[in-house]
């Protein structure tokens, strides 16, 4: 397991250095000019040699890949550089905000496991029954809704028709304060849509694979042997189906962190959404390249985190790879 675990990081050197550089070259290629974006509301009226020296302090003027090594170099140091959209410490800009990410993140993608499975284990008790037919519909139709219209469907209905939740932000309006009662009520939309997107993939695959451990000659041994339903279900049947949810926890990674810049961005949750958008736009080199590669590694993490748990979960699989 430390072998394979060590060869993995080792690989994700070269990747993250890949898509570093394909970041510089992408906003170097970008219509936007970050000496605009820098003077702010007054560009359209700056001179052309104002603008001309802005380009020459941001290191605009520069090729992209020179920016690129002096960025790599200095980020080896820990210096990630200073957002120009921003006008923070890139390091500051993130560590203000990525706590807010993970703590929406994490409570939605846990909720997504636990109903998912649930309801997977349910539908999958009676393949073809009424119940399993209405979670798979449901299931298929959350699969094809975009998360920002699920956001905006929440927000009236629960925010503005009926007053139930609060519509977005961190604190209630006119609060100066950071409290947990608030952190938490302001939490449940933004997190309930966010689980509702990747709720979907693991109703599928649990009915999936429950369903199919269900029809397994060790299970009908059980079942022959006189066992509870109950004991059938969760102490076989559900371990068996199980295995394929592992590395579905990987693959869910990328489209997490989409949905949840879509959600942020429509419940005006404090993460790192409105961080990415204003880099992307303001074509902020340094912070665009931390992002990404916080993003990159995220993903690379959540790829090792379920093939390790696939091969403790079965010990036939071996850690060769």
Same mark, same amino acid.
């Given at each position: 397991?430390?072998?394979?675990?060590?060869?993995?990081?080792?690989?994700?050197?070269?990747?993250?250095?890949?898509?570093?550089?394909?970041?510089? *070259?992408?906003?170097?290629?970008?219509?936007?000019?970050? *000496?605009?974006?820098?003077?702010?509301?007054?560009?359209?009226?700056?001179?052309?040699?104002?603008?001309? =020296?802005?380009?020459?302090?941001?290191?605009?003027?520069?090729?992209?890949?020179?920016?690129?090594?002096?960025?790599?170099?200095? +980020?080896?140091?820990?210096?990630?550089?200073?957002?120009?959209?921003?006008? =923070?410490?890139?390091? =500051?800009?993130?560590?203000?905000?990525?706590?807010?990410?993970? #703590?929406?993140?994490?409570? *939605?993608?846990?909720?997504?496991?636990?109903?998912?499975?649930? #309801?997977?284990? #349910?539908?999958?008790?009676?393949?073809?029954?009424?119940?399993?037919?209405?979670?798979?519909?449901? *299931?298929?139709?959350?699969?094809?809704?975009?998360?920002?219209? !699920?956001?905006?469907?929440?927000?009236?209905?629960?925010?503005?028709?009926?007053?139930?939740?609060?519509?977005?932000?961190?604190?209630?309006?006119?609060?100066?304060?950071? &409290?947990?009662? =608030?952190?938490?009520?302001?939490?449940?939309?933004?997190?309930?849509?966010l689980a509702v997107t990747q709720l979907p993939w693991f109703v599928l695959y649990v009915r999936q694979g429950v369903g199919d451990a269900l029809d397994e000659d060790p299970v009908?041994?059980?079942?022959?042997?006189?066992?509870?339903?109950?004991?059938?279900?969760?102490?076989?049947?559900?371990?068996?189906?199980?295995?394929?949810?592992?590395?579905?926890?990987?693959?869910?990674?990328?489209? !997490?962190?989409?949905?949840?810049?879509?959600?942020? &961005?429509?419940?005006?949750?404090?993460?790192?959404?409105?961080? &990415?958008?204003?880099?992307?736009?303001?074509?902020?080199?340094?912070?665009? +390249?931390?992002?990404?590669?916080?993003?990159?590694?995220?993903? !690379?993490?959540g790829n090792l985190l379920s093939d390790l748990l696939y091969g403790l979960a079965d010990p036939r699989v071996g850690f060769d790879g």
């Open positions: 397991m430390a072998r394979m675990a060590g060869r993995r990081l080792l690989a994700a050197v070269p990747v993250l250095l890949v898509v570093t550089f394909a970041v510089f *070259a992408v906003a170097a290629a970008s219509p936007f000019d970050p *000496a605009r974006v820098y003077a702010g509301g007054g560009a359209p009226g700056t001179g052309q040699d104002v603008l001309d =020296q802005l380009r020459h302090n941001l290191g605009a003027d520069r090729p992209f890949a020179a920016r690129w090594w002096d960025w790599l170099t200095a +980020a080896l140091t820990g210096d990630l550089g200073v957002s120009t959209t921003l006008r =923070q410490p890139v390091a =500051q800009a993130i560590g203000e905000r990525i706590g807010w990410s993970v #703590l929406l993140c994490g409570t *939605a993608f846990a909720a997504a496991v636990l109903v998912g499975t649930a #309801l997977g284990v #349910l539908a999958a008790r009676r393949r073809g029954g009424l119940l399993d037919r209405a979670v798979t519909s449901l *299931a298929y139709v959350l699969e094809a809704a975009p998360p920002f219209w !699920l956001g905006l469907l929440a927000v009236w209905f629960f925010a503005l028709k009926t007053g139930a939740l609060p519509a977005g932000g961190l604190t209630d309006t006119g609060s100066d304060t950071v &409290t947990a009662g =608030q952190v938490a009520s302001h939490l449940v939309l933004p997190a309930a849509v009908r041994g059980a079942r022959a042997r006189g066992l509870s339903e109950r004991t059938v279900l969760l102490g076989h049947a559900l371990r068996s189906g199980l295995l394929p949810v592992l590395t579905l926890i990987g693959s869910r990674v990328p489209e !997490l962190i989409t949905g949840a810049l879509l959600v942020e &961005t429509v419940f005006s949750w404090p993460g790192i959404a409105s961080a &990415t958008v204003d880099a992307a736009t303001g074509v902020d080199f340094p912070l665009l +390249a931390a992002l990404t590669v916080l993003a990159t590694a995220a993903v !690379l993490v």
